[in-house]
C-alpha cells in the first residue's frame, strides 16, 4: 500500500504561480505512470499531466506551456510546478500513482486562483 499526499495548494492571485507536492508513503521509483488531475466545482476530473516511468510527459491543451510536471523518485515526490494561473484553473488537484499494478489517488488540494 502506498498513500499519496498532495500539498502545497491555496489562493493565488491571476498570473501568479505555486507548486503543488505529493509524497508517497512509498517508493514510487517504480511506478508505470503518475499524474495530476483536477475536478472544479460541477465539472468531471479531468487529466492536467502525467509522467511516465519512461519520462514521457502528456499536457492538457490548456496547461501547454504554463504547467511543469517532475518527480523525484529518491524524495518519492511528484511535483506540479504552475505559472501564469489563471481562474478557471481553481480546482482541487488530486495526484494519481499508477505503482505495482495498483491505482492510487491523494486526497486532494485546493487551488484558487482569484483577485
Known amino acids: 500500500q502506498v498513500q499519496l499526499v498532495e500539498s502545497g495548494g491555496g489562493l493565488v492571485q491571476p498570473g501568479g504561480s505555486l507548486t503543488l507536492s505529493c509524497v508517497g508513503s512509498?517508493?514510487?521509483?517504480?511506478?508505470?505512470?503518475m499524474g495530476w488531475f483536477r475536478q472544479a466545482p460541477e465539472k468531471q476530473r479531468e487529466l492536467v499531466t502525467m509522467?511516465?516511468?519512461?519520462?514521457?510527459?502528456q499536457y492538457a491543451d490548456s496547461v501547454k506551456g504554463r504547467f511543469t510536471i517532475s518527480r523525484d523518485n529518491a524524495k518519492n515526490t511528484m511535483y506540479l510546478q504552475m505559472n501564469s494561473l489563471k481562474p478557471e484553473d481553481t480546482a482541487v488537484y488530486y495526484c494519481?500513482?499508477?505503482?505495482?499494478?495498483?491505482?492510487?489517488w491523494g486526497q486532494g488540494t485546493q487551488v484558487t486562483v482569484s483577485s
Open positions: 494519481r500513482g499508477i505503482i505495482n499494478g495498483y491505482d492510487y
Open positions: 509522467v511516465t516511468s519512461g519520462g514521457t510527459t
Open positions: 512509498g517508493s514510487i521509483s517504480g511506478a508505470y505512470a
